[in-house]
């Protein structure tokens, strides 16, 4: 059972996605509790890959080898390490939680709503659990379907818009990744596995164009600046569970490719583009960061905020360190519940006021009382409170690189002021003073399913604030031979 | 005279034969059964390509065997190529058989065309002589003219029927030009000989590489590569939608065969001028049809644009085989399979696309504006997701067939060195997403504005569901379809 652990956690949501799609949206009692069904089946697959997995193993865990195509050495392997099995965990658990928030809101199609964002959530375990480059990209890019359609059918009024610059945009990064892959084949002698990669010689003009095939693609995803446009576009017009599995997964595919491919790969190139690479993290932290500062939209802010908290990631991880690697993969996972809870929040408003305007309301504290005090500890959370998730790993990242570089460390601190700005800023305009229109006196208070969603959220947030060596533990091992990698050179 | 005549081996033009009988049966056949009863050629036409499969596999023994004064060959090549242009024909005539009754087209002429064009493509497929090649291809684009023509009283239809003939046979001109200057550099019409002669290499280049040019131009006209892709559009957008699939599937596997018996079997020694010139073609083709397809409002067009860009990718992959003069086996066989897979592959994707045009067409309606397709996920949640699966694995995203058939060209392309022009062309992928995606847009994403429900027989629904789950299924299992070309190339070459 053991051995086919990480094939369950992408075949059981991907394969239980087919009966929901056949039951239809007629018979809507029966697909969300199906959904909910096989949603949670797939979280339970994936506790035992925490449970037994060993702390003190560097190497890949759960190893599954097959011939996939042998005639070009293409082989379906999996495992995880310190730095992909939390990912797993993390995908498949909030999966849970976009089934349940989209169990009233989701009026038309919701079998097709259900089945595309299962069968995302196994290819996205795909992604990170693949150990064959070509079966990476696979995964990778087919995971752009379900998301295509998911914000073309559900999202808001410029959905289409949305969906084609989403699609392009990461379309385009991929497809050079793709080249840079085959090139990798002939220069391993005839190898997909991206293990022995790790291990591979290559001159430093390669490496650089590796290197920056590989950086289109990921920084299309994470997204950097200058290449982030496409983001605040999907999370707006995304619906909830759309925003909520691009901020809380989704961005983290090209963080984790970072890690996977370019700096074990190309250790040198990664070196000698570090500069860079942390000049446009900073000018995202910073500049957008003041970009959030100005947003109308909630959703438009959250998503800038979101753009920013991953610049603190790719920070971390060009400063070469322990602190700052494990600071950013902390940050990646603490960014997973606050974005994804903030963004459920937006939704709870959302859903009885159809509008995301800041200025529409106002005085909400009257109305939702239980809402609000989620709501102010999220938003803590994302401004990086002490105490929360959200404060761990932009620590950790900023001590990492204040041993680096006393300046560099303190433009990234600058995040912990402007995070705290434009999200309590919000906060204050939409939650508190006098009710500001009929339609927030109106409003009714959390349901039952809605506390539920967010008090599990707001859990995760404060025990990972709290205690969050359980998540670390994990990744020491893995971390450090990383770096062994990344301080040898390939040259 | 007489006394050196020697009785040809029928034996291993047993399938060629047969389909010649048959339908000259099925001509026959149609005056006696009449016009009351349709299904009389409609049967026998499939018993006739049923038949063609019996006897292909079962004379298919791996042997390269040379018959009629070694003017044709059965190899494993051809049997390969033979059963996939029946299939690609079979396929073809159960997508269309309710369309072409509905228009009152489904005439015995009609099959007995179609007939004559698969025993066209089959004697192209196992030419080895320039003139048995010539006489497939003429046969093949004889019955093509015809059948684009069939229905007669359509303006369009005829007017894309001249085109193609005017440019068909100018470019049956320019082919037979070539073939004679090869003659006249070689000194032999047939193919194995032009090959010896080249490879000896006391032949007058200059006219030989005269007479490679203009057979270039020839095989890129029925290929339909940029700069002979004009009538492609036309043609595609003019046909009856049943014979623009017909045009698209069976075709290409005889213009593959005879890229392949041309070019890699006569001209090898001249692998490096061929190349550049495919090297060009496949670009300009990728460029412009990638670019062109996004302005076009007729499905049909833009699947004909899609086809020209298509072609150009498979092209790529018969360029990337000799590199610097070396001839490493195993990269010959990679690259040239990578071609044929692609084949494959597109007489696939294009069967699918142009029958879901035909399911949503109807008696007085042709549903070839990209608008039919709007709200179709409404309409038919299961067709919708077919035409998916073909748009995504046209635009080469997995898990699609469609992607390892790009893949495996990348892979030739890359192996070859020609790094740039791979991202060149991934670039142009990049372009092409766009209009498939326009397609699932307006299928999932938009509301019909006609709601009648989906009329089509159970055989065209089966087809098209088949025809889906072929494109998904081997895009999850791809390695079947390629070492069956891998095994058939090592084995013909």
């Known amino acids: 059972m053991n051995a086919h652990l990480l094939s369950l956690a992408i075949w059981v949501p991907i394969l239980g996605a ?74 498949s658990f909030i999966t849970i939680l976009v089934v349940l928030a989209g169990w009233e809101v989701i009026e038309e199609k919701q079998a097709q709503y259900m089945g595309a964002f ?30 295509y359609i998911i914000i073309g059918v559900w999202g808001g009024a410029n ?34 596995s991206i293990l022995d990669w790790h291990n591979l010689r290559i001159d430093m003009a390669p ?9 289109l693609s990921f920084a299309v995803k994470v997204p950097m600046w200058p290449v982030h446009t496409w983001l605040p576009d999907a999370h707006v017009e995304a619906p909830t569970g759309g925003s909520v599995v691009l901020a809380a997964i989704a961005l983290k595919l090209g963080a984790y490719g970072f890690l996977r491919f370019s700096l074990p790969i190309v250790p040198d190139a990664s070196h000698a583009m570090a500069p860079l690479m942390m000049a446009l993290s900073l000018i995202a932290v910073i500049y957008i960061g003041f970009v959030a500062l100005v947003q109308e939209d909630m959703k438009k802010l959250v998503a800038y905020s979101s753009i920013s908290h991953m610049g603190f990631v790719t920070l971390g991880f060009f400063i070469f360190n322990s602190l700052g690697i494990e600071g950013a993969l902390v940050q990646m996972i603490s960014h997973g519940f606050v974005s994804a809870a903030m963004f459920l929040c937006i939704g709870v408003m959302y859903d009885r006021m159809h509008s995301r305007k800041i200025a529409d309301y106002g005085g909400v504290m009257n109305t939702m009382p239980k809402f609000g005090a989620f709501f102010l500890l999220f938003s803590m959370a994302n401004a990086g409170l002490p105490a ?28 912990l002021i402007l995070g705290a700005a434009y999200t309590l800023w919000m906060y204050k305009r939409v939650v508190f ?50 770096l062994k990698h990344v301080a040898t050179s390939k040259l | 005279m007489l006394e050196n005549f020697v009785t040809p081996d029928f034996y291993p033009a047993a399938a060629e034969l047969f389909i010649a009988a048959m339908a000259l049966i099925v001509l026959v056949a149609d005056l006696i059964a009449g016009t009351n009863r349709r299904w009389v050629p409609a049967l026998l036409t499939m018993v006739a390509l049923v038949g063609a499969i019996v006897v292909t596999a079962a004379t298919a023994d791996g042997q390269t065997v040379q018959t009629f004064s070694r003017m044709f060959v059965d190899d494993l090549l051809a049997d390969f190529l033979k059963l996939m242009t029946y299939l690609a024909v079979i396929m073809a005539l159960v997508y269309s058989r309710r369309y072409m009754a509905d228009r009152k087209l489904d005439s015995g002429e009609y099959y007995m065309l179609v007939l004559f064009a698969t025993l066209g493509m089959m004697v192209m497929i196992s030419a080895s002589s320039l003139v048995t090649l010539y006489i497939g291809l003429e046969l093949m684009s004889l019955s093509l003219y015809g059948l684009v023509a069939i229905d007669r009283d359509s303006k369009k239809a005829t007017e894309a029927a001249m085109k193609y003939f005017v440019l068909g046979a100018l470019a049956s001109g320019l082919l037979l030009y070539g073939m004679s200057m090869l003659y006249g550099a070689t000194g032999t019409l047939e193919i194995g000989g032009i090959a010896q002669a080249l490879y000896q290499g006391n032949v007058p280049k200059t006219i030989a590489v005269f007479g ?54 006569g001209m090898f020694s001249l692998a490096e001028e061929w190349q550049h010139m495919l090297l060009i073609m496949a670009v300009l083709s990728i460029a412009l049809g990638n670019l062109a397809a996004i302005a076009q409002t007729n499905i049909k067009r833009m699947l004909a644009y899609s086809a020209i860009s298509h072609m150009g990718f498979m092209l790529l992959g018969l360029t990337s085989a000799v590199v610097g003069g070396q001839v490493e086996p195993f990269a010959v066989v990679n690259a040239y399979s990578s071609a044929m897979y692609y084949v494959v592959a597109y007489v696939l994707m294009s069967a699918a696309a142009f029958g879901m045009v035909m399911l949503l067409s109807r008696p007085g309606y042709e549903a070839d504006t990209l608008d039919a397709f709007k709200g179709l996920n409404q309409r038919s949640p299961w067709f919708a997701a077919v035409m998916l699966m073909v748009m995504f694995s046209m635009a080469g995203i997995p898990f699609f067939i469609g992607f390892f058939a790009k893949f495996s060209v990348l892979l030739a392309l890359i192996k070859a060195g020609y790094t740039s022009i791979a991202v060149i062309v ?25 709601t009648s429900p989906i009329q089509a027989g159970v055989d065209m629904r089966a087809m098209l569901t088949i025809n889906g789950l072929m494109i998904a299924f081997f895009g999850l299992f791809p390695d079947a379809i390629m070492v069956l070309c891998t095994t058939t190339l090592m084995r013909s070459l």
């Open chain 1, 433 to 482: 003073g006098p009710v500001a229109n009929s339609h927030v006196a109106e409003l009714t208070d959390i349901n039952g399913r809605e506390f539920l969603i967010l008090g599990i959220l707001a859990g995760a947030v404060l025990i990972m604030g709290l205690y969050p060596f359980p998540v670390v533990d994990v990744m020491h091992a893995t971390v450090d031979n990383l």
């Open chain 1, 159 to 192: 959905r289409v818009y949305a969906a084609f610059k989403f699609f392009l945009y990461t379309l385009l990064g991929s497809l050079l990744m793709l080249v840079a892959l085959l090139w990798l084949f002939f220069e391993a002698g005839g190898s997909f």
């Open chain 1, 18 to 91: 087919l009966p929901v799609l056949a039951l239809g949206s007629e018979r809507r009692n029966a697909v969300r509790w199906l959904s909910l069904l096989v949603a949670i089946a797939g979280f339970l697959v994936t506790i035992p890959l925490y449970t037994g997995f060993n702390n003190q193993d560097a190497g890949m865990q759960f190893v599954e080898r097959l011939a996939w195509i042998p005639r070009f050495n293409i082989e379906y392997s999996l495992g995880v390490d310190g730095i992909s099995m939390l990912f797993i965990l993390l995908n």
């Open chain 1, 207 to 215: 490496q650089i164009l590796i290197f920056i095939a590989l950086l």
């Open chain 2, 212 to 265: 490679l040019v203009f057979t270039v131009a020839g095989i890129a006209f029925k290929l339909g590569v940029v700069p002979f892709h004009m009538w492609v559009p036309d043609v595609y957008q003019g046909a009856p939608t049943a014979i623009t699939l017909f045009l698209a599937t069976a075709p290409k596997f005889a213009a593959f065969a005879m890229a392949m018996r041309l070019l890699v079997y």
């Open chain 2, 426 to 450: 991934v670039l142009f992928s990049l372009v092409g997403a766009f209009y498939y995606l326009r397609v699932v847009k307006l299928m999932y994403f938009d509301k019909p504005d006609d």
């Open chain 1, 388 to 415: 929360t998730s959200g404060f761990v790993g932009e620590f950790m990242v900023i001590l990492g690189a204040v041993k680096l570089n006393f300046w560099i460390g303190s433009a990234a601190a600058t995040t």
């Open chain 1, 118 to 147: 299962l069968v995302m959530s196994g290819l996205m375990n795909g992604i990170f659990s693949a150990l064959d480059g070509i079966l990476f990209y696979v995964f990778f890019e087919s995971s752009l379907i379900p998301m």
